[in-house]
């Protein structure tokens, strides 16, 4: 229902930062929460951080919490992922996914995804 489409991703020295966008189609984002998955080649996609339509809740994967931050503007219909301290084991497509009222942590919750940035950090 609602259109995702992902930017900001690249390559990047480990210790590095990025800063990822998810920018969102339709007149009713606050509405939506909103989360970053990841998936590495081989591997499942897993969860790394959420956000509550409103902004007040926040979710992180353990493996990102101190170092990722999420947040949004809902009057830009844009949510962002601000990574800093990269390490190599962050490589991955990045995908922002939304759902239509709270926020969960588990990708079958989702319903509208984005086309995936590449991240890449090297050492």
């Known amino acids: 229902q609602v259109q995702l489409v992902e930017s900001g991703g690249g390559l990047v020295q480990a210790g590095g930062s990025l800063r990822l966008t998810c920018a969102a189609s339709g007149r009713t984002f606050s509405g939506y929460s909103v989360g970053w998955f990841r998936q590495a080649p081989g591997k499942k996609r897993d969860f790394v951080a959420g956000i509550s339509g409103n902004g007040v809740s926040t979710a992180y994967a353990d493996s990102v919490k101190g170092r990722f931050t999420i947040s949004r503007d809902n009057a830009k219909n844009t949510v962002y992922l601000q990574m800093n301290s990269l390490k190599p084991e962050d490589t991955a497509v990045y995908s922002c996914?939304?759902?239509?009222?709270?926020?969960?942590?588990?990708?079958?919750?989702?319903?509208?995804w984005g086309q995936g940035t590449q991240v890449t950090v090297s050492s």
């Open positions: 996914a939304g759902r239509w009222g709270l926020l969960k942590t588990v990708e079958q919750s989702f319903d509208s």
